[in-house]
Nanobody, 124 residues
């Protein structure tokens, strides 16, 4: 049983920084694609960033490019999303996800394991 647990969400002022992390247990994390998605109230869950199993391929949504940094530590079975220059429109529940079947994808349908989510609120 693969389990993902996010941590590090919270409240921050616009322009500030926050780091959310994802701990993974079970399965073979070092072979999984890892992604971050977010869902704001009344909106669909959207892609934020993804990193391949080796860390060699990274992609970001245009809305966060240049501000967010995704990383992973396969030895510790953890992943992180460093969020800088936060804006009120970044407010959402952030989910980490892992895919055991896809090398790389922005589509939430490609991910078979999900965390419970962590709230990030950016005040103006």
């Amino acid at each position: 049983q693969v389990q993902l647990v996010e941590s590090g969400g919270g409240l921050v002022q616009a322009g500030g920084s926050l780091r959310v992390s994802c701990g993974v247990s079970g399965g073979f994390f070092s072979t999984y694609l890892m992604g971050w998605f977010r869902q704001a109230p009344g909106k669909e869950r959207e892609f934020v960033a993804a990193i391949s199993w080796s860390g060699g391929t990274l992609e970001y949504a245009d809305s966060v490019k240049g501000r967010f940094i995704i990383s992973r530590d396969n030895a510790k079975n953890t992943g992180s999303l460093q969020m800088n220059a936060l804006k009120p429109e970044d407010t959402a529940v952030y989910y980490c996800a892992a895919s055991s079947v896809s090398y790389f994808s922005r589509s939430r349908n490609a991910y078979d394991y999900w965390g419970q989510g962590t709230q990030v609120t950016v005040s103006s």
